[in-house]
């Protein structure tokens, strides 16, 4: 296996860590401006004294294998134009929530917290969570699909009925809703107050009740996709990702919660809601542990 720079860029942080002689370095996140990307990878490449054949990274934003436009960042990552100026041999590229869906092959067991048990009968996965963005992917008979679900336009005005808001214009994405930033949005459209997605939870985790209403009804909306997306492609197993969901653990495990499931489902399809598996994943870094699972599968160990 050749040595290798793992990067996974959020719209919010910057992720890496090392892969030589195999043996994955300690991860470091920071925050970096959008200018400064090229600067802050040649940084990087150069404290590992030119060691580094590949660079993999991941990014949130439409992956078409040669370039990756980022979602909430103004940055266009160019394969090619990577691999000129930093010099390296290839440079393979990821959505985020690709490398998430990759990730599970390095994560230990004890690392998926059941948050629903059910009794999956395929090998169908859905994988979701909030963060900066709305990240999805699917595990389709073994194939990892990575989708930009987050940015659909519709079923939003539907979706602000749980919250008793009025259609708005900075509601018009799912993941102007269903992300951190959204929280901080649905609590100000709400309460005509403003304070940090961090806040909110926070404080909805004491039980305080306005906070409480925005998470829980937060919650209810993101099962209510969940269940059209189970539905609509025949997954049988969830998996929660990401920061926002790791520290609503509580709440999540509640029986309030759980009901969402099958609350608003047609009888006809409760059943097949019900075998669903739900796990919550408590790694914290598993993008870039999808890089490195990537990294595996695309070079041959003696290339």
């Known amino acids: 296996m050749k040595n290798a ?3 996974d860029l959020g719209g919010t942080n910057i992720r890496y860590a090392s892969f030589i002689e195999n043996t994955l370095s300690r991860i470091s996140k920071e925050k970096i401006s959008d200018k400064d990307f090229i600067a802050f990878l040649t940084k990087l490449l150069e404290k590992e004294k030119n060691e580094i ?4 990274i991941a990014a949130a934003g439409p992956n078409n294998q040669d370039s990756i436009n980022l979602t909430n960042r103004d940055l266009l990552i160019d ?3 990577i691999k000129t100026k930093l010099n390296v041999k290839d440079c393979l590229l990821l959505n985020d929530w690709e490398a998430v869906a990759q990730s599970l092959s390095e994560i230990n067991k004890e690392c998926f917290l059941p948050i629903k048990r059910g009794a999956a009968s395929n090998e169908n996965i859905l994988l979701i969570g909030p963060g900066t963005g709305l990240g999805v992917t699917l595990i389709i008979n073994g194939r990892i699909i990575p989708t930009e679900y987050g940015n659909i336009l ?7 009925k749980n919250f ?3 259609n708005r214009s900075e509601f018009n994405s799912l993941e102007n809703i269903l992300s951190g930033p959204g929280i901080q949005r649905l609590y100000e459209a709400k309460f005509n107050q403003k304070i940090t997605s961090e806040e909110i939870i926070s404080f909805a985790l004491k039980g305080k009740d306005e906070e409480l ?3 829980d009804n937060f919650l209810k909306t993101l099962i209510s996709i969940i269940n059209d997306l189970v539905l609509s492609f025949s997954c049988e197993r969830v998996i929660f990702g990401g920061s926002i969901l790791n520290s609503l653990k509580p709440i999540l495990l509640a029986d309030k919660t759980l009901k969402n499931f099958i609350s608003e489902m047609n009888p006809k399809y409760s059943r097949l809601i019900e075998k669903v598996q739900v796990d919550l994943l408590t790694e914290i870094e598993p993008g870039i542990l999808g890089c490195l699972a990537y990294l ?3 070079i041959h160990p003696n290339s």
Do not use: P, R
Not at 53 to 56: F, G, K
């Open 5 to 7: 720079l793992l990067i």
């Open 53 to 56: 054949d590949y660079l993999v």
């Open 79 to 81: 394969a090619n134009e």
């Open 154 to 160: 519709s079923s939003t005005k539907v979706m602000l």
């Open 164 to 166: 008793g808001i009025e």
């Open 213 to 215: 209403f925005i998470i």
């Open 296 to 298: 595996k599968t695309q």
